[in-house]
């Protein structure tokens, strides 16, 4: 290679350099934490940060899975899960479909006050929530934690969908007012499949944060240890006078593969949601 075509090309691989150490450094503690989860108590302390076990303890997901009951934990968590990102996406994309295509009285005024939500910190509406849920008597039951996580604002998902279905021709709507479709069937039948990209996005940031939850399941959980989420059930391997770390790695890594699965399926979809909902 001549010299001239080293020196453009020189910037590109210090950028790339960059990259692959940020990105190392980045998936480094998730990496040692799948190491960890397959050492003993005193190796992953004594091997530092060491990412090769000696002897790999399976035993450690075992205990996991059966001593901590994170299987039962496992089964609540992706039954909350699902009905949360069901009721947020029908919720969000209806909201969303509304605002963009029809014109009524008080629309700006329900903007506003939907992008005032953003401000209000989350925990000053927790104790609001526990006593409505405890009048409703939804207190310490899955439903009402789904009632929880799914009643917020979710003002970021209806702003995707708004942006989105702002794009749509109108004449796709005027085409199925002339076929005989009304409200309900332009909505389920031709607006919100083509939102699919959106939906896709939604789906995954809601996923995400309903299955990372901890406070919310912790509160609605508290006399009910059987209805703990994977995140609130970390606490088992917490113990008045030591940690099971190897045991809380194990059950880490259980919660995060789902996760890590989710992500690859719909990344794509991720991608092509938030650039076309920025776009308009």
């Known amino acids: 290679m001549s010299a001239a075509r080293i020196a ?16 190392a450094l980045w998936v480094y503690p998730f990496v040692w934490m799948v190491a960890a989860s397959l050492k003993d108590q005193m190796e992953v302390f004594a091997s530092g940060l060491s990412l090769v076990p000696k002897s790999p303890v399976w035993a450690n997901y075992a205990r996991a899975w059966n001593d901590a009951h994170f299987g039962r934990y496992l089964l609540n968590t992706v039954v909350v899960t699902v009905v949360t990102v069901v009721v947020v996406v029908v919720r969000c994309a209806m909201a969303g479909y509304v605002l963009a295509r029809h014109q ?8 506003v006050v939907l992008v005032a939500t953003l401000f209000v910190p989350t925990g000053y509406t927790v104790i609001p929530v526990v006593d409505l849920s405890q009048r409703l008597g939804l207190l310490n039951s899955l439903g009402g934690m789904v ?28 085409a199925a007012i002339v076929d005989g479709a009304g409200f309900w069937s332009i909505f389920f039948r031709v607006m919100l499949p ?33 209805l703990r989420t994977l995140s609130v059930g970390m606490l088992a391997f917490v113990g ?30 991720f991608v092509e949601g938030i650039a076309g909902a920025v776009k308009s």
């Open 8 to 23: 453009r090309r020189l910037p590109w691989w210090i950028a790339a350099a960059f990259l692959a150490v940020g990105c």
């Open 104 to 111: 009524f009285a008080g629309r700006k005024v329900i903007m």
């Open 147 to 174: 009632v929880a996580l799914s009643g917020g604002a979710h003002v970021a998902a209806i702003l995707l969908y708004l942006g989105y279905f702002r794009q749509i021709p109108r004449e796709l709507e005027e």
């Open 194 to 226: 083509l939102a699919m990209p959106v939906t896709a996005t939604v789906t995954l940031l809601t996923f995400l944060a309903t299955w990372n939850a901890f406070f919310l399941p912790l509160v609605f959980t508290f006399s009910r240890p059987d």
């Open 240 to 269: 008045e006078n030591s940690t099971d770390w190897s045991g809380m790695a194990a059950a880490a890594t259980i919660s995060l593969l789902p996760v890590v699965v989710i992500f690859v399926l719909l990344q794509r979809y």
